[in-house]
């Protein structure tokens, strides 16, 4: 929290500045209250006036500058909000591939949006509350220095068990919170699975499901932000029970001083207020300085801010010169063994096939040549490079990963393509043109600029398929891992991508396949069989 108040210093000083002047003209305006008050007792006509014209014009001067802390405050809070998205992306892009994959993108997504409202509810509008409250403590502790230093002691005194007996329930507090961001993201991870299974469960006549299952969740959402509100509106109200308590003796104190003349008979109607500002303002700082404990799990989750990041080294991965070597490489997943003393050659520019039964580490052995799968023991080698020397980022630098199911953001197709970036007309047409999505972009509505849908919606299992083999050769990665990524292509669409694939003299092909006929096979370099947790055999 203290990072991001920091970070936006010059913002949140704008939305201080005017609620100091708030402050102050709050308290001021009880001091105009006794001026006007004293007016009376005296039968001044013309004080009585003036007093409350200058009341007046200090409200109106209030409401306008109070608009104006308003405003910053909104400014500075998007602004704090934005960075705290920002930073949880950086976070989860040094994520390492098993580490993004441990939890559901359900919960990732309750970081980007409960989690960022939990910390404007619980951090940043609480903190400005606190600086308003502060400073109405210390103008309320200079006026009342202006009537008499006993009042200024007893507000003190009060101020003080206000302020400590909160701290019985930080620990409290804190637990309270952590339950309530826990159970939100679990609750918003049962919506997406939920939401996700809509078009099944209609279809089966499990509406019923549909309901109960997103009721379930909301209560989910619901209850620990319940429990949390209670327990803090009782801890609230019995320190606003102590509060009274005290300030029934203040004004006991301030009708004495009157009686006996120390203090203006006026101070009846405006000292107790500044009594009771002082104190409420203590009490209520120590409440708010709960809400900051409570928000305390959102923010450990962020480990890497904006500021944090370093660009990347240009000493990347360079394209193979010879080969991808891999030497007694062995992988398992926990207890359970997938690859064992697994010894297999990649030549620059060869065309490769793995074929095995379900479950022999074909998928898993792509994934540790991109470097999402720490742990092995064996070697990778690129040339005379250890793949563990380079990040998985570097890696992908030299290879594109084609899987069968495929993701299709909600955008066109061209953006899809390109990821947003340029490419000429030219790569543009090859790229189509080697992915077989040539011939389908004539029935599509807008062409490349035509709408994929949410995950692909819009398009086949066949056309995603060609959008993606279209991403991969058009950004022009020397590397290219299929698994299993013409699977949903028509046999004639099949073997002009594959034939594509196969012609480039400049494409490392390694392909995933459950089934290769006889044909196939005699148009790669070599086809590799797994075998679940052996040595794989070469097949000619």
């Known amino acids: 929290m203290r990072y991001y108040l920091k970070k936006y210093w010059v913002a949140n000083l704008l939305a201080i500045l005017p609620g100091l002047v708030v402050c102050a003209l709050q308290v001021g305006n009880d001091l105009l209250m006794m001026r006007a008050f004293e007016g009376i007792i005296d039968r001044n006509l013309s004080d009585f006036i003036f007093w409350m014209l200058m009341m007046a014009g200090a409200w109106v001067l209030l409401l306008w500058i109070g608009s104006l802390r308003d405003y910053f405050q909104a400014r500075a809070i998007r602004a704090m909000n934005n960075a705290v998205r920002r930073d949880i992306a950086a976070t989860l892009l040094h994520k390492s591939h098993v580490e993004f994959h441990g939890k559901d993108t359900g919960e990732y997504l309750s970081w980007f949006t409960n989690d960022v409202n939990q910390m ?290 909600n955008s066109t197709i061209r953006d899809n393509i390109t990821l947003g970036e340029d490419f000429s007309e030219a790569q543009m047409e090859k790229a189509l043109r080697d992915s077989a999505l040539l011939g389908d972009l004539a029935s599509m509505p807008d062409g490349l600029d035509t709408i994929v849908g949410e995950d692909g919606s819009n398009l086949s299992g066949g056309q995603k398929q060609r959008v993606a083999i279209a991403r991969a050769l058009i950004h022009n990665r020397s590397i290219l891992l299929v698994d299993e990524g013409t699977s949903a292509l028509d046999g004639k669409n099949a073997g002009i991508v594959e034939e594509s694939l196969l012609a480039n003299p400049e494409l490392t092909l390694i392909l995933v396949s459950h089934h290769l006929s006889s044909e196939r096979k005699a148009r790669f370099t070599n086809v590799y069989s797994l075998e679940p947790v052996t040595a794989c055999q070469r097949v000619a």
Request: proline share 3%.
């Open 120 to 409: 404007e509810d619980l951090a940043w509008t609480p903190f400005y509350q606190c600086v308003d409250l502060a400073a109405t403590a210390i103008f309320c502790v200079a006026a009342l220095l202006t009537l008499h230093w006993s009042l200024l002691a007893a507000a003190m005194v009060n101020a003080v068990v206000m302020l400590l007996a909160p701290q019985l329930f930080t620990k409290r507090m804190e637990k309270l919170g952590e339950a309530c961001e826990t159970e939100q993201a679990k609750a918003t991870g049962k919506l997406k699975d939920i939401l996700s299974g809509f078009d099944v469960l209609r279809s089966f006549g499990r509406e019923p499901r549909f309901r109960e299952g997103s009721e379930a969740a909301s209560e989910q959402i619901e209850k620990p932000r319940f429990r949390l509100r209670t327990v803090k509106a009782f801890i609230t109200a019995g320190f606003g029970c102590v509060n009274v308590g005290c300030q029934m003796l203040i004004n006991l104190l301030i009708g004495l001083l009157s009686i006996r003349g120390v203090i203006l008979q006026g101070a009846l109607m405006g000292g107790g207020n500044l009594v009771g500002g002082l104190s409420n303002s203590v009490g209520n700082l120590a409440q708010y300085l709960l809400s900051f404990s409570s928000t305390k799990p959102y923010f450990e989750k962020i480990t890497v801010h904006g500021d944090d990041v370093q660009n990347k080294s240009n000493e990347g991965l360079e394209p193979i010169r010879s080969a991808i070597t891999v030497k007694n490489l062995a992988f398992q997943y926990d207890e359970k063994p997938i690859l064992n003393g697994l010894s297999l050659t990649f030549k620059k520019g060869g065309k490769y096939a793995l074929t095995g039964p379900s479950g022999c580490g074909k998928s898993t052995l792509l994934k540790l040549l991109l470097g999402w799968l720490p742990g092995y023991q064996g070697s990778i080698r690129f040339d005379d490079e250890d793949a563990q020397d380079f990040t998985p980022e570097q890696l992908q630098e030299q290879m594109s990963y084609i899987e069968q199911n495929v993701f299709l953001f």
